[in-house]
């Protein structure tokens, strides 16, 4: 039995999740980590253990990422309780050899919170327990602010991404790179409530990795179906899910066969040899293989085809050592990770942030879970962002991937116009 499981041992209240999630909403700096009830609603055909385990907690300790890279300590199992990593896309530039821009809006590299005291929820078994000495959940709700009407508003034309999208394929038919992740910024408008937003998002788009965090002036809201990596330490498995492969979804519509659309089958596996070789840089030996090939899943408004590719820990690489070989997650940026990250910084309006990182939750038995942060809100000096991208190969078409880009954007206009 793992630490979790060990923890998260009660019956979760009769009373909804989200009201007794948000009773833990009492102080600042907070951390929620809300918790999914599987990987994906409905249709799914990938296996894997995907963000079962949430957490409500505030932090014991915060510490900033001033500077680019991966600390190899932020990535050691914690002594008790758990530990919270946020990493921003740009702490990946030094790791393909980049110099980094700065990250938008005043933020930082990365933030970790150590976490002693709290809450874990067990999305799976519906069962929860505490960690050191939290505070009690019980007692009346505080008054938290409640959401819009919001407006989302794109931060430049259809026709300037349209450009963007054509100067990625001139790259690509130039044979300079095979695909790139190219991204479109829209800012929020309207009464806020990022923790509101963040409950409102997780009933609404059951995803694996809805996430809340919030310290000094920033707030993550993420709303992400694509984990990063999970680590198993009992076995020392690794496990990345690349997400890569988008349709509409509409109700009572046809299930789509993305697997025989050339171009979105094409857009996968391109991903997915990437991150075959990024696990092997880290791995034992004859160890790595993929699990399942684009399995499909359905989310609010978009189905996406999801693989799981498997390593083994070499017994001489560390939990750090995985993180500089496979961030930024490949399906963010292209390929090759290097040209195409380099091809992305110039085509993209500003830096992405803590969009497109990843968050990670590691135990003190050395289990270790994480996301990458796509369908994710920032709140910074800017306000509040919603950034959305999709991949670019020779196949693309602009219009189609402007498209695809409004459906992966459309649970939050429907939450934030319903509210």
């Excluded at 300790?61 to 946020?86: D, S, Y």
């Excluded at 990625?168 to 409530?193: C, D, F, K, V």
């Excluded at 289990?367 to 709140?379: A, P, W």
């Amino acid at each position: 039995m793992t630490w979790l499981e060990e923890v998260a041992c009660l019956p979760l209240p009769p009373t909804p999740w989200e009201s007794w999630i948000r009773a833990g909403a009492q102080s600042s700096p907070f951390l929620a980590l809300l918790p999914g009830v599987g990987a994906a609603p409905g249709q799914s055909r990938v296996g894997g253990e995907r963000g079962r385990f949430g957490v409500v907690a505030e932090p014991t300790r915060v510490e900033v990422l001033t500077e680019p890279g991966v600390k190899p300590h932020w990535f050691e199992p914690p002594t008790m309780g758990v530990r919270v990593v946020a990493l921003g896309y740009e702490a990946g530039y030094p790791l393909v050899f980049l110099p980094p821009p700065s990250p938008p809006g005043g933020q930082p590299f990365g933030v970790l919170f150590d976490c002693e005291h709290g809450w874990i929820i067990d999305g799976l078994r519906r069962c929860y327990g505490q960690f050191g000495s939290p505070p009690s959940l019980a007692g009346p709700l505080p008054d938290v602010s409640r959401l819009g009407p919001m407006t989302i508003a794109p931060q430049d034309t259809d026709q300037n991404h349209i450009e963007r999208i054509q100067q990625a394929l001139r790259y690509i038919s130039e044979g300079e790179i095979y695909q790139a992740n190219l991204a479109r910024t829209y800012q929020l408008h309207g009464p806020w409530s990022g923790l509101d937003l963040a409950l409102a998002l997780a009933t609404r788009n059951v995803v694996a990795h809805a996430a809340y965090l919030r310290w000094d002036n920033f707030e993550i809201v993420s709303n992400s179906m694509e984990t990063f990596l999970t680590y198993e330490p009992v076995q020392g498995v690794l496990s990345s899910f690349p997400i890569k492969g988008t349709a509409e979804r509409v109700p009572n519509g046809a299930t789509p066969n993305l697997q025989a659309d050339e171009k979105e089958r094409a857009e996968h596996l391109m991903i997915v040899d990437l991150v075959r070789n990024d696990l092997g840089r880290v791995a034992a030996p004859g160890s790595v293989e993929v699990e399942v090939l684009m399995g499909l899943e359905g989310f609010h408004g978009v189905y996406h085809a999801t693989s799981m590719v498997n390593a083994t820990l070499s017994k001489s690489r560390t939990m750090a050592d995985a993180v500089r070989a496979l961030f930024p997650g490949g399906s963010i940026t292209g390929a090759p990770k290097r040209r195409a990250m380099s091809i992305i910084r110039d085509l993209e309006v500003a830096s992405r942030g803590f969009f497109t990182g990843s968050i990670f939750l590691l135990t003190p038995d050395g289990y270790v879970s994480s996301s990458i942060l796509i369908r994710t809100v920032l709140v910074d000096e800017r306000g509040a962002t919603l950034t959305v991208g999709g991949g670019i190969t020779i196949g693309s078409d602009p219009l189609r991937e402007l498209s695809e880009i409004n459906h992966k954007a459309a649970v939050f206009r429907d939450v934030l116009s319903t509210h």
